[in-house]
């Protein structure tokens, strides 16, 4: 039963997320997203609106300097103005009407002289300063001309959230950014650790990612996160879920719309670890991640992907699966997401005999056939070694049918596999 997110669910048999290692239970089919009330906690302060109650403007009257000396120059001004034209109005009327004429029109024509200098000045600095040419843009910085065939964007033009204009290139940076976040089989750095406690860890973070009803995304991440720290610190086997359920913390900050709390993630752990160690672990983290933790991850190349071939939502779903199964494989740390992205992808379409790599395939995602083989045979001998019962925790999810039995499937024959992987 999926627990709330906002205060620790009923404690009832079987209900508890059992602590490290644990036997993973049947995921039930997954329900609507909790939503999360936004109302203040009880006797906290409401929140106040932006701007006005910040600066209080409409309580403050705001008088600049000057003003008031301005207005003081001003009547007095008008006030001797009137007195003055009261007293003169006589001698006014016995003024010439010549000499008014010739005076208004000498100083219509001083008037036209200054107005044609002061804009013929800014014109001539213009022209002084304006370049001979026009600069051309360089070549690394003009947008690649996409070819029609390959185009899969523009039926998203009037969609302003799928980002058409820039989509490609999108991907294309997070590919180049890849290379900023390689990693290595760090397994021989940890002391306390083995690949069968990560792929415990990974099991269980499933689980959570299920229960919190959490974004696909999410889980990725914390992954990614969770085998960066590692290569770089040393954890004791203790607090290895702690490292785990910190992680996930974090990737739901970064993910999610309404993540859940810290006194959540205790609750999953069983209390095992107190409020400050939790905290302390997240800054420990960031820290050494350098507070970069825009990731890329293989799930968004994996959707990218799909889209080119439009390919249907039982097959991405299967290609999901393995991409899934793969966060478990100590070998397959090392593959680039977009890399592996692409091997899950060729061995869903080779499974749904749905044909091979297609050109629009290689021209978004940069990989040729030869360049996926390595990959493919990587994940086609982890999906034909016998399974662990004490991780069950991703097979079982995709044998619900609101991932189509994908798990169910009998996997691809190699020879089908070499014949796709030769063409």
Same mark, same amino acid.
Not at 207 to 214: R, Y
Not at 218 to 229: C, I
Not at 321 to 328: Q, T
């Given at each position: 039963?999926?627990?709330?997110?906002?205060?620790? $669910?009923?404690?009832?048999?079987?209900? %508890?997320?059992?602590?490290?290692?644990? !036997?993973?239970?049947? =995921?039930?089919?997954?329900?609507? &997203?909790?939503?999360?009330?936004?109302?203040?906690?009880?006797?906290?302060?409401?929140?106040?609106?932006?701007?006005?109650?910040?600066? =209080?403007?409409?309580?403050? &009257?705001?008088?600049?300097?000057?003003?008031?000396?301005?207005? $003081?120059?001003?009547?007095? %001004?008008?006030?001797?103005?009137?007195?003055?034209?009261?007293?003169?109005?006589? =001698?006014?009327?016995?003024?010439?009407?010549?000499?008014?004429?010739?005076? *208004? !029109?000498?100083?219509?024509?001083?008037?036209?002289?200054?107005?044609?200098?002061?804009? $013929?000045?800014?014109?001539?600095?213009?022209?002084?300063?304006?370049?001979?040419?026009?600069?051309?843009?360089?070549?690394?910085?003009?947008?690649?001309?996409?070819?029609?065939?390959?185009?899969?964007?523009?039926?998203?033009?009037?969609?302003?959230?799928?980002?058409?204009?820039? /989509?490609?290139?999108?991907?294309?940076?997070?590919?180049?950014?890849?290379?900023? #976040?390689?990693?290595?089989?760090?397994?021989?750095?940890?002391?306390?650790?083995?690949?069968?406690?990560? /792929?415990?860890? +990974?099991?269980?973070?499933?689980?959570?990612?299920? =229960?919190?009803?959490?974004?696909?995304? *999410?889980?990725?991440?914390?992954?990614?996160? *969770?085998?960066?720290?590692?290569?770089?610190?040393?954890?004791?086997?203790?607090?290895?879920?702690?490292?785990?359920?910190?992680?996930?913390?974090?990737?739901?900050?970064?993910?999610?719309?309404?993540?859940?709390?810290?006194?959540?993630?205790?609750?999953?752990?069983?209390?095992?670890?107190?409020?400050?160690?939790?905290?302390?672990?997240?800054?420990?983290?960031?820290?050494?991640?350098? #507070?970069?933790?825009?990731?890329?991850?293989?799930?968004?190349?994996? @959707?990218?992907?799909?889209?080119?071939?439009?390919?249907?939502?039982?097959?991405?779903?299967?290609?999901?699966?393995?991409?899934?199964?793969?966060?478990?494989?100590?070998?397959?740390? +090392?593959?680039?997401?977009?890399?592996? !992205?692409?091997?899950?992808?060729?061995? !869903?379409?080779?499974?749904?005999?749905?044909?091979?790599? @297609?050109?629009?395939?290689?021209?978004?995602?940069?990989?040729?056939?030869?360049?996926?083989?390595?990959?493919?045979?990587?994940?086609?001998?982890?999906?034909?070694?016998?399974?662990?019962?004490?991780?069950?925790?991703?097979?079982?999810?995709?044998?619900?049918?609101?991932? #189509?039995?994908?798990?169910?499937?009998?996997?691809?024959?190699?020879?089908?596999?070499?014949?796709?992987?030769? &063409?």
């Amino acid at each position: 039963m999926p627990l709330s997110r906002g205060k620790k $669910a009923a404690v009832t048999a079987g209900s %508890k997320i059992p602590k490290l290692p644990a !036997a993973t239970t049947e =995921n039930q089919e997954e329900g609507p &997203q909790v939503k999360r009330s936004s109302s203040p906690p009880h006797g906290a302060p409401k929140k106040r609106t932006a701007f006005i109650d910040i600066t =209080n403007a409409h309580k403050v &009257q705001i008088s600049l300097p000057g003003r008031k000396k301005d207005a $003081a120059k001003k009547q007095v %001004k008008k006030t001797s103005s009137t007195s003055v034209s009261a007293k003169n109005h006589v =001698n006014l009327k016995k003024s010439s009407s010549v000499s008014s004429e010739e005076t *208004t !029109a000498e100083r219509e024509k001083t008037g036209e002289e200054e107005a044609q200098k002061d804009v $013929a000045a800014p014109v001539k600095e213009l022209e002084a300063a304006a370049p001979p040419a026009a600069l051309e843009v360089p070549a690394h910085l003009q947008k690649q001309a996409i070819p029609e065939e390959f185009d899969i964007d523009s039926e998203s033009s009037e969609d302003c959230y799928m980002c058409p204009e820039y /989509a490609k290139d999108i991907f294309d940076y997070l590919k180049q950014r890849e290379e900023k #976040f390689v990693l290595c089989n760090y397994m021989s750095k940890q002391s306390s650790l083995n690949t069968e406690m990560r /792929a415990i860890l +990974i099991d269980w973070l499933v689980e959570v990612q299920e =229960n919190f009803e959490l974004y696909h995304e *999410t889980l990725y991440l914390a992954v990614k996160l *969770t085998d960066h720290y590692l290569s770089q610190t040393p954890v004791h086997r203790e607090m290895l879920q702690l490292v785990g359920s910190t992680t996930m913390l974090i990737a739901s900050k970064f993910e999610e719309r309404s993540p859940p709390c810290v006194d959540d993630f205790l609750y999953i752990c069983d209390d095992a670890y107190k409020r400050e160690e939790l905290i302390s672990m997240e800054a420990s983290i960031l820290q050494a991640l350098s #507070f970069d933790i825009n990731i890329p991850i293989p799930y968004r190349f994996l @959707r990218r992907y799909a889209k080119c071939v439009n390919a249907g939502m039982d097959t991405l779903t299967l290609a999901r699966y393995y991409c899934e199964l793969s966060l478990m494989d100590m070998e397959l740390v +090392i593959e680039r997401g977009s890399l592996l !992205a692409s091997a899950c992808l060729l061995m !869903a379409l080779v499974t749904r005999d749905l044909g091979g790599w @297609r050109p629009i395939l290689q021209f978004h995602s940069g990989y040729q056939t030869s360049d996926l083989a390595p990959v493919v045979r990587k994940l086609h001998a982890m999906l034909l070694a016998p399974p662990d019962d004490k991780l069950r925790a991703i097979r079982n999810k995709y044998s619900h049918k609101v991932f #189509f039995e994908v798990a169910s499937l009998p996997l691809v024959d190699i020879d089908i596999l070499e014949r796709a992987l030769s &063409q």
